[in-house]
Structure formats: C-alpha cells, structure tokens
C-alpha cells in the first residue's frame, strides 16, 4: 500500500483489496454520478443509491489496480461493507 499515493486496504468479498482516488477514477466517478467538480460530487455523495455506490467502488477498485474485482461485482459484497470502503478510500485520498 502507498498512502502517499492515497491507497487504502480495505476486506472486500473476504480478501484484502486496495482502493485508490486516482484522477482517472475521479474522472469515472463523476461521469457515473452526472456532476462536474469536487463540489458537486461532495453533494452527490451524500446520497448515494446502490447504483451509485457500485459505480463508485468500481471506479476505487480500478484506481487501485483491483481490475478483476472492478470488472465483476457481483461476488458478495455487503452494501455496508462497500460503503465503509468507500468513504475510506476518500479519507486517504485527503491525507
């Protein structure tokens, strides 16, 4: 794990998987939301539908060079285990 880098090592799906807010997940998070810039993904993030947060997971799962996880998310995932994820991957990436 690199946290200068932003990365987070998270359990998904019972392994330890890495999570990271790169720019092109930036990039991909906010075209699957429909919002332009920090702001409204700041809003748009509060309220998140399952959708959503599979968009978002994936995008984090990719950044972190998680691609076979982020190509087939439909391994059991607990939702609060995903979102807990997430907001994870946001933290490091503020650090």
Same mark, same amino acid.
């Given at each position: 794990?690199?946290?200068?880098?932003?990365?987070?090592?998270? &359990? +998904?799906?019972?392994?330890?998987? *890495?999570?990271? !807010? =790169?720019?092109?997940?930036?990039?991909?998070? @906010? #075209? /699957?939301l429909?919002?332009?810039?920090?702001?409204?993904?700041a809003?748009?993030m509060? &309220? +998140?539908?399952?959708?959503?947060? *599979?968009?978002? !997971? =994936?995008?984090?799962?990719?950044?972190?060079? @998680? #691609? /076979?996880?982020?190509?087939?998310?439909v391994?059991?995932?607990?939702?609060?285990?995903?979102?807990?994820?997430?907001?994870?991957?946001?933290?490091?990436?503020a650090?």
């Amino acid at each position: 794990m690199n946290g200068a880098r932003g990365e987070a090592r998270v &359990r +998904l799906a019972g392994e330890e998987r *890495t999570l990271c !807010l =790169t720019l092109g997940a930036l990039a991909e998070i @906010e #075209t /699957a939301l429909g919002v332009e810039g920090l702001g409204g993904l700041a809003d748009r993030m509060r &309220r +998140l539908s399952a959708r959503d947060l *599979t968009a978002v !997971l =994936t995008a984090l799962l990719r950044g972190g060079g @998680e #691609t /076979a996880l982020a190509g087939d998310l439909v391994v059991a995932i607990d939702p609060r285990e995903a979102a807990e994820a997430v907001a994870m991957a946001f933290t490091a990436a503020a650090e």
